[in-house]
């Protein structure tokens, strides 16, 4: 199959963003740090959709909205694999890989029950010390949080 | 924040640390002098230490500095909710440096951001206790007159023991040979390892305290406790296999110098303590000269 017959397994956006290439297990994940269950954009999704690279993946399409830089970020924590694609008037006008930032700061938990970032008010910042699996070392506590254990705020 | 905060091992570049050893010998040769005269330190211990407390506030007498601060925080206004930002902030008017212990990982770190004046970590948790690492530094060049190609032996809970990790981490800018003496539920952990892999030092493991420590310029005792144990019957068989008694020192090397953090439990026998290699009292007095040093290098003071 085609990248763009498989883009067409859900229906068509007008203007927006299609984020494809998410693994099927990670569709809710990227709902929640969108934060698109309470945005009034039209949204549609497919999950379980064959996938060569993937085995089986989901596409979020959301109409009229476009990521900002913080929104990729949190996208590519917990869907590295994911490709944006910028649609105007029904076209792809640019494709963009999500690129794990080197610093992550305000947008994930750390892993560490101790941790003052868990107990007080402080704002969580970790170096991303590995990117596949990502891999998050806290600034603050100094341990590590992998990909299976980030839990985006 | 101020870069001059000591909060992690890892702040101290190969540099910083013989910096500090140097300072830490002149201040063996005159610990009383008035080099803060007029300095106000605060002493937070928000959990209690009476150890690195009272080693902290003799360092801190003895250069004629002041003291304020608290030594359990049941009796301030944490105990009534204060976060410690606002602790900070407020202490943070009256003081020069702050010393803090804090029961949580990460705490001076955030302190030391928080801060304008610079932060010293007497200990977060389970995570950095620097200045314990810097008088383990002082301790081994002290006895070996130099940090470069030791052979170093780490025997007991190289798994929790943090004093390890530090020391470990610190070392490594001095080419050693490390040997891991653990049950394999308190083995190194694989980050370490994997660390030392990346800067190609050399490490062996082994189960048992035997004659490999030979071959060891430093032998680093840790306590194995029994609270480490999900199963008992383990604690139970491996207790008394990392125990060190005077005969095993027989066929050591004579500059060999056994290390313990303290307080030790029952992994030193007590017939060891009259051996010259027994160095685990005179490594608590190093910690006074390495604290008086480390807070020269905070408050950038000169002599
Ligand atoms: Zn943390």
Not at chain 2, 25 to 43: D, I, T, Y
Not at chain 2, 69 to 84: N, P, Q, R, V
Not at chain 2, 102 to 107: D, I, T, V, W
Not at chain 2, 193 to 200: A, F, H, I, T
């Amino acid at each position: 199959m085609t990248a763009k017959k498989e883009l067409l397994q859900v229906s068509a956006v007008e203007n927006g963003t299609v984020i494809d290439h998410i693994p099927a297990r990670k569709l809710f994940d990227v709902i929640n740090v969108l934060g698109i269950a309470s945005c009034d954009n039209t949204i549609t999704f497919g999950n379980n959709l064959a996938s060569r690279k993937l085995g089986k993946k989901a596409i979020v399409k959301i109409s009229d909205r476009y990521l900002v830089d913080e929104e990729i970020d949190k996208l590519a924590l917990v869907a590295p694999s994911a490709k944006i694609n910028i649609i105007r008037n029904f076209e792809v006008v640019e494709k963009k890989t999500v690129n794990v930032p080197r610093r992550v700061e305000g947008i994930a938990r750390c892993v560490n029950p101790q941790c003052i970032t868990n107990h007080q008010n402080v704002r969580t910042r970790f170096d991303v010390v590995g990117s596949t699996p990502i891999v998050l070392r806290c600034l603050y506590c100094e341990k590590l949080t992998d990909q299976e254990h980030i839990e985006i705020l | 924040m101020n870069n001059c905060s000591l909060i992690s091992i890892t702040d101290y570049s190969r540099e910083d640390i013989l910096d500090v050893l140097k300072s830490a010998s002149r201040f063996e040769e005159c610990p009383n002098n008035r080099l803060l005269e007029g300095k106000v330190v605060a002493s937070l211990f928000f959990e209690p230490s009476t150890r690195t407390r009272l080693s902290f506030e003799t360092a801190i007498s003895r250069m004629g500095g002041r003291i304020v601060g608290f030594s359990d925080s049941s009796s301030t206004s944490t105990s009534k909710g204060e976060s410690l930002k606002d602790t900070i902030k407020m202490v943070d008017n009256y003081c020069d440096l702050i010393v803090m212990r804090h029961p949580l990982e990460g705490a001076a770190r955030f302190a030391s951001e928080v801060a304008s004046v610079p932060v010293i970590n007497a200990g977060d948790g389970a995570n950095q206790h620097p200045t314990q690492t810097m008088l383990d530094l002082y301790s081994i060049y002290k006895t070996q007159g130099r940090l470069e190609n030791l052979e170093i032996v780490m025997v007991g809970d190289l798994k929790y023991g943090r004093t390890v990790h530090s020391l470990l981490q610190a070392m490594s800018h001095f080419s050693p040979v490390f040997h891991f003496i653990s049950p394999r539920e308190l083995e190194m952990p694989p980050a370490y390892k994997l660390y030392l892999d990346g800067l190609r030092i050399p490490y062996h493991e082994h189960r048992e305290l035997d004659n490999v420590i030979n071959q060891a310029d430093i032998l680093y005792m840790t306590r194995v406790q029994r609270e480490r144990f999900a199963d008992l019957l383990e604690y139970e068989k491996v207790k008394n296999v990392y125990v060190l008694r005077n005969s095993m020192l027989a066929g050591t090397k004579e500059n060999l110098r056994v290390l313990h953090p303290l307080p030790r439990v029952n992994e030193i026998n007590e017939d060891v303590d009259e051996n010259k290699k027994a160095y685990y009292f005179d490594q608590a007095r190093n910690g006074v000269y390495t604290r008086q040093a480390i807070i020269f290098k905070t408050l950038n003071l000169t002599w």
